[in-house]
């Protein structure tokens, strides 16, 4: 099967990378799952034949996950046996197996653990090694951390143990005194030894209390694997949520995560993104050509149907929803005919809000003079090469040339570069069939979708941007989502790298989506 990217892990932005051992490196959960369950079974049978009293065997579908798993061992005792109602002595590290203590009980778990190893041996995730040779390939350093004091010996086991720059495991959280998860120490520990900030850092974790230490320790990015189904637990505190490190892809600066080929589909992966909204809510924008109406010959006749107006204005009602096109904000508004949205034009130059909301924004207006006078200058350039069309925006001249013949094509990038050669503070941009002029400064989709979350007070961790567009221009706006939002490209035949985390085939499959999205909001109303 081929493997498909929903994260990318940036060199320019991580420094380090932090890996929970069991569940994400290694495999061992089944070891450690029979080693409790021996353990507490064997007591919970002596223990209620000495108080009268039955006691359910220990469950490795639901109390593994929920009492044990990711901690140090001494709170997996402690906390297990108290959901059953037993208290006991905190004891000595140094009680033998055979003490009914806490701790006498974790050393006979551990006892029990180790003979599953020699036994057994552990093995390792192959997607995860991989991923790890490509960090390292990138210059980015790589930890180990794990609760438990047999640590080296798993990895060794597992053939992995010279992988890692640094490890931070049982024996070190005994003798530095770190306390367990959800406490985030162990994550701090490991970051302390690679020299790496915290907001420089990658926690991988596949347990619940593992990425609610990341969220708590301030990492950068929080990755939780899924690896027992629970997506909802995990997304609760990880920024996203994986079932494979596969899904994971390493990326140099200045490149998007992935290509647009890989791309898993939003729809097939609709209950992830759901997952990934648990707890949150989206604000959601969306380009306009190519996205919301199929791309046509004439710009003009590009209008909305009837069956996406409807399914936008439910999503509007039920959720922040603003259109982000190249068009003339004028023209777009008027096309799209959808109330209650922002509307932002020109690529961002031009926004303003919905009818009674107080919202407007233009950037860029002492450049008009300089955009009238290159749309003079190109319809003149212009004038003899049959096809081509000039759509005069207000802050930008688009150069329509899917009508010109294959032969003049050439010409009429001629044409607008030399234009732009006589322009000042004018610089040119691409797109499908299109070369516009614009203004020559910072300012795009991305920038203006930033403003747009600051200006509308959707700047928050409980909301999640969610962006929909198919052209290069709309790589400004994935970009700027790609570590806290949800980037979806609406593909077309060109294979080309893009910040985007899942795909769409056409406008078709974006009603589907968007249609999705509603019902999913209207269930979580409902609730």
């Not at 997952?275 to 809510?281: D, K, Q, S, T």
């Not at 003049?408 to 941009?429: F, I, W, Y």
Request: charged share 30%.
């Amino acid at each position: 099967m081929t493997a498909t990217t929903l994260v990318t892990i940036e060199a320019a932005a991580y420094d380090a990378v932090i890996f929970d051992m069991d569940g994400v490196v290694t495999r061992t959960a089944h070891v450690h799952a029979a080693a409790w369950k021996k353990m507490f079974d064997t007591y919970l049978e002596q223990a209620g034949r000495r108080s009268g009293r039955q006691f359910a065997p220990f469950s490795v579908e639901t109390d593994y996950t929920r009492y044990v798993d990711g901690k140090p061992r001494y709170d997996g005792v402690r906390d297990f046996l108290r959901s059953r109602g037993i208290e006991l002595p905190e004891g000595q590290t140094e009680d033998p197996p055979e003490k009914e203590t806490v701790r006498g009980l974790g050393n006979r778990k551990n006892r029990y653990f180790r003979d599953q190893l020699r036994e057994k041996g552990a093995s390792r995730y192959d997607s995860t090694v991989a991923l790890i040779e490509d960090l390292k390939a990138a210059g980015i350093k790589v930890a180990i951390i794990s609760a438990s004091k047999n640590a080296r010996e798993v990895l060794e086991s597992a053939g992995v143990a010279g992988l890692f720059d640094a490890r931070v495991d049982g024996l070190d959280a005994e003798e530095l005194g770190i306390p367990g998860k959800p406490e985030p120490d162990v994550f701090l520990a490991a970051a302390g030894k690679l020299g790496a900030a915290p907001r420089r850092a990658v926690v991988v974790e596949d347990a619940r209390s593992g990425v609610e230490a990341g969220r708590r320790g301030g990492f950068g990015l929080v990755i939780g694997v899924d690896r027992a189904d629970q997506a909802a637990e995990l997304s609760r505190f990880a920024d996203v949520v994986v079932k494979d490190l596969a899904e994971v892809r390493v990326g140099p600066a200045g490149r998007g995560g992935g290509n647009t080929g890989e791309l898993p589909s939003a729809l097939d992966r609709s209950d992830q993104i759901g997952h990934l909204l648990h707890g949150r809510r989206p604000a959601v924008f969306l380009d306009y050509d190519g996205t919301l109406t199929p791309i046509v010959p004439r710009p003009e006749d590009a209008r909305i149907s009837e069956e996406m107006r409807v399914t936008v204005t439910d999503l509007a009602a039920r959720c922040p929803v603003a259109v982000v096109s190249g068009r003339d904000l004028a023209d777009v508004r008027k096309l799209a005919g959808i109330e209650g949205i922002v509307y932002a034009g020109s690529h961002g130059f031009d926004i303003t809000g919905p009818a009674g909301k107080k919202m407007a924004f233009q950037q860029g207006s002492e450049y008009l003079p300089a955009l009238d006078r290159a749309a003079r200058a190109l319809e003149n350039r212009l004038a003899g090469i049959a096809g081509a069309q000039i759509e005069r925006k207000r802050f930008a001249i688009a150069v329509h040339f899917r009508r010109v013949a294959e032969e003049r094509r050439g010409e009429v990038e001629q044409a607008v570069d030399g234009v732009l050669a006589g322009s000042e503070g004018l610089r040119k941009t691409g797109g499908k069939m299109i070369y516009e002029l614009r203004p020559d400064i910072d300012w795009d989709k991305g920038r203006a979708l930033e403003w747009l979350l600051e200006a509308l007070d959707l700047d928050r961790r409980e909301v999640v941007p969610l962006y929909i567009g198919d052209d290069l221009t709309d790589e400004d706006a994935l970009r700027a989502i790609a570590k806290r939002g949800i980037g979806i490209l609406v593909r077309d035949q060109e294979q080309r790298r893009t910040w985007a985390r899942y795909g769409l085939e056409d406008p078709g499959e974006v009603r589907l989506f968007l249609q999705r999205l509603a019902e999913l909001l209207a269930d979580k109303e409902e609730l």
